[in-house]
């Protein structure tokens, strides 16, 4: 079982959430290439270490964060956030 650390609720079972994707750098839409514009959209690494990921707690807060896991052994370690929440927030 996959035990995924929210922010708000605490570390709840990887079926609560929803997964939306890789974080990925956007590069500015004024300046790039169809082919470099195709590989943002398209195109992961895939490497077997570790990938930054957002999370959307869809059967609780209802809020985006998040997480660095391990794509082999699915570790998972919680990651300072712009969407974290603010101290003393439940
Ligand atoms: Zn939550």
């Not at 890789?22 to 570790?50: F, G, I, K």
């Amino acid at each position: 079982m996959l035990l995924l650390p929210c922010p708000w609720c605490g570390p709840r079972n990887v079926s609560e959430f929803g997964y939306s994707g890789e974080v990925v750098t956007r590069p500015d839409p004024r300046s790039v290439t169809l082919t470099q514009w195709r590989a943002y959209l398209y195109l992961r690494d895939n490497r077997a270490d570790w990938a930054s990921e957002r999370w959307f707690h869809r059967m609780g807060c209802r809020r985006y964060f998040t997480v660095r896991r391990h794509r082999l052994n699915h570790e998972v370690h919680p990651t300072p956030d712009d969407g974290a929440a603010p101290k003393g927030q439940p």
